[in-house]
């Protein structure tokens, strides 16, 4: 038992996005002073729009940030799934008031910039929290006292943790493990365009994903249906390097050629688009040592075809801050039991994202066999289905790790 005062104790959070903002929080929420370390001039975030279920939600009650974030969200209707290819209906689930009252929360999209904010507002009202942006971190040393992080300038951050939220890059998971990510092959192309440029009939306040062969497209709104994220994914004909880079719109319509004229008719309304080159790793049984673990991303990195990468970070911050209070600040104790907590879930939702990307993916009789699946599935079976991942609760977070 650790009889300190908690304002006594100082982790070190390394990552200042969503993951990090969120472990931050979670920390100072009781009373352990933070220090974050955020390898950009500024903290923010990139990207477009991602998708929050009721998992997400309950996760981000939990950190007290839930009203913040619902009032920049855009609640859907349905989850739609069609083919690409014939533009017919593959699948749709109902995410208005019915989800609501099997999960207890609603199902959002919101704009990555906009649930950041949602968090960083409360973080940076926490007195227990400091941001130092600019600070790439270097090195990482520990012993049975406390940790070391060193910076590109050489100076040292002192703590008795330290939470490597830094993403699928991660220089944390890099000094811990040493793996290198699995680079998927998969292209995702990422674009935001105002509601007056958008098709009038795929107007719909809903994520919809086109499944096509070897490609899909997804659209939804954001900013009060202001905006459409749109995001297209391929198999790339290139030897992929993990990264993010400007596109061009010749290499999307190289790939979706062979698609129905109503999704066809997005890909021409992005003035720009942000070419990323997916990775995910493959599931460890270990991401804590001694005085260091992992979260989000660096833990964890997934393909996006579950729309779940933001929410397990959530939940992965909320289960390391009650696994802290389980243990009364042993940090070493903490991280193992936050670890056995998170590593089957998180690696059941990586599984099932690859397996979900097969399925858009699909093409031949494996696209029929897919078009087949849901076929006369009711609305309650279809959340059934989705109770283990929907329906996670903060207040059960630990399950049977304890």
């Given at each position: 038992?650790?009889?300190?005062?908690?304002?006594?104790?100082?982790?070190?959070?390394?990552?200042?996005?969503?993951?990090?903002?969120?472990?931050?929080?979670?920390?100072?929420?009781?009373?352990?002073?933070?220090?974050?370390?955020?390898?950009?001039?500024?903290?923010?975030?990139?990207?477009?729009?991602?998708?929050?279920?009721?998992?997400?939600?309950?996760?981000?009650?939990?950190?007290?940030?839930?009203?913040?974030?619902?009032?920049?969200?855009?609640?859907?209707?349905?989850?739609?799934?069609?083919?690409?290819?014939?533009?017919?209906?593959?699948?749709?689930?109902?995410?208005?008031?019915?989800?609501?009252?099997?999960?207890?929360?609603?199902?959002?999209?919101?704009?990555?910039?906009?649930?950041?904010?949602?968090?960083?507002?409360?973080?940076?009202?926490?007195?227990?929290?400091?941001?130092?942006?600019?600070?790439?971190?270097?090195?990482?040393?520990?012993?049975?006292?406390?940790?070391?992080?060193?910076?590109?300038?050489?100076?040292?951050?002192?703590?008795?943790?330290?939470?490597?939220?830094?993403?699928?890059?991660?220089?944390?998971?890099?000094?811990?493990?040493?793996?290198?990510?699995?680079?998927?092959?998969?292209?995702?192309?990422?674009?935001?365009?105002?509601?007056?440029?958008?098709?009038?009939?795929?107007?719909?306040?809903?994520?919809?994903?086109?499944?096509?062969?070897?490609?899909?497209?997804?659209?939804?709104?954001?900013?009060?249906?202001?905006?459409?994220?749109?995001?297209?994914?391929?198999?790339?004909?290139?030897?992929?390097?993990?990264?993010?880079?400007?596109?061009?719109?010749?290499?999307?319509?190289?790939?979706?050629?062979?698609?129905?004229?109503?999704?066809?008719?997005?890909?021409?309304?992005?003035?720009?688009?942000?070419?990323?080159?997916t990775a995910d790793r493959d599931p460890v049984a270990q991401w804590s040592f001694g005085r260091a673990t992992l979260l989000g991303d660096a833990a964890h990195p997934m393909t996006q075809y579950l729309a779940q990468g933001a929410c397990q970070a959530l939940e992965d911050a909320v289960t390391l801050g009650?696994?802290?209070?389980?243990?009364?600040?042993?940090?070493?104790?903490?991280?193992?039991?936050?670890?056995?907590?998170?590593?089957?879930?998180?690696?059941?939702?990586?599984?099932?994202?690859?397996?979900?990307?097969?399925?858009?993916?699909?093409?031949?009789?494996?696209?029929?066999?897919?078009?087949?699946?849901?076929?006369?599935?009711?609305?309650?079976?279809?959340?059934?289905?989705?109770?283990?991942?929907?329906?996670?609760?903060?207040?059960?977070?630990?399950?049977?790790?304890?």
């Amino acid at each position: 038992m650790n009889n300190t005062r908690s304002t006594d104790r100082k982790v070190i959070v390394v990552g200042g996005g969503i993951g990090g903002l969120a472990a931050a929080l979670a920390l100072a929420r009781q009373g352990i002073r933070v220090e974050l370390l955020e390898q950009a001039a500024q903290i923010g975030e990139i990207g477009a729009g991602i998708q929050l279920g009721a998992n997400a939600f309950a996760a981000l009650d939990a950190l007290g940030v839930g009203d913040a974030a619902r009032k920049r969200s855009v609640f859907t209707d349905y989850l739609v799934m069609m083919d690409a290819l014939d533009a017919t209906e593959v699948a749709k689930v109902d995410v208005g008031e019915r989800y609501r009252q099997r999960f207890g929360n609603p199902y959002a999209v919101i704009h990555r910039a906009d649930i950041h904010l949602s968090i960083l507002e409360a973080v940076r009202d926490h007195p227990l929290i400091q941001f130092r942006t600019a600070t790439t971190v270097c090195a990482l040393e520990q012993d049975e006292r406390g940790v070391s992080v060193i910076d590109q300038h050489g100076e040292r951050h002192q703590g008795d943790a330290v939470i490597g939220c830094d993403g699928v890059k991660s220089a944390v998971r890099q000094a811990l493990l040493g793996d290198e990510p699995r680079v998927t092959g998969h292209v995702v192309y990422r674009a935001v365009v105002d509601v007056a440029d958008m098709p009038a009939d795929l107007q719909i306040n809903a994520p919809v994903v086109w499944a096509g062969p070897n490609c899909h497209l997804v659209h939804y709104p954001l900013r009060g249906g202001e905006q459409y994220n749109l995001v297209v994914t391929f198999h790339s004909r290139e030897q992929e390097v993990w990264g993010v880079r400007d596109g061009s719109k010749e290499e999307v319509l190289s790939y979706f050629e062979g698609i129905h004229a109503r999704p066809h008719q997005m890909l021409d309304r992005p003035t720009s688009w942000r070419r990323w080159a997916t990775a995910d790793r493959d599931p460890v049984a270990q991401w804590s040592f001694g005085r260091a673990t992992l979260l989000g991303d660096a833990a964890h990195p997934m393909t996006q075809y579950l729309a779940q990468g933001a929410c397990q970070a959530l939940e992965d911050a909320v289960t390391l801050g009650a696994a802290v209070a389980e243990t009364e600040g042993d940090f070493v104790a903490a991280f193992a039991l936050y670890e056995r907590a998170r590593i089957p879930r998180t690696a059941r939702v990586l599984y099932s994202a690859r397996e979900m990307g097969r399925l858009y993916h699909a093409k031949g009789v494996e696209r029929l066999v897919r078009n087949s699946l849901w076929v006369g599935r009711t609305q309650d079976q279809f959340y059934d289905a989705l109770q283990w991942l929907h329906g996670w609760r903060a207040e059960d977070c630990l399950g049977g790790a304890r």
